[in-house]
């Protein structure tokens, strides 16, 4: 079992910077990737930006050049650097954590955090 705790989340004005957090606890051993998604109101949830145990990330078109993903291996944290931010950047953004169980791939997701940004 993996328990996600996510922070950082709140609103700002266009333009403007927000750094989430995602801390994993229990069988942190187990996770291969880490990674963000979001949800606007109405919307289906997105994939934002993903990042690998060895460090390979990938990114949503709409955030590439804005938002950075990294992750510190030590502390099972995932972050995600969210620099112009937009109006349509606005939703609940969920940290998602990936685990391999010997054959069996299970995620696993954190409460989510809203992000607001104001026009």
């Known amino acids: 079992q993996v328990q996600l705790v996510e922070s950082g989340g709140g609103l700002v004005q266009a333009g403007g910077s927000l750094r989430l957090s995602c801390a994993a606890s229990?069988?942190?051993?187990?996770?291969?990737?880490m990674g963000w998604y979001r949800q606007a109101p109405g919307e289906q949830r997105e994939l934002v930006a993903t990042?690998?145990?060895?460090?390979?990330?990938n990114y949503a078109d709409s955030v590439k050049g804005r938002f950075t993903i990294s992750r510190d291996n030590a502390k099972n944290t995932v972050y995600l650097q969210m620099n112009g931010l937009k109006p349509e950047d606005t939703g609940v953004y969920y940290c998602?954590?990936?685990?391999?169980?010997?054959?069996?791939?299970?995620?696993?997701w954190g409460q989510g955090t809203q992000v607001t940004v104001s026009s």
């Open positions: 990042i690998t145990s060895i460090g390979t990330t």
């Open positions: 229990g069988s942190t051993s187990r996770i291969n990737a």
């Open positions: 998602n954590v990936r685990t391999r169980w010997g054959p069996v791939e299970y995620d696993y």
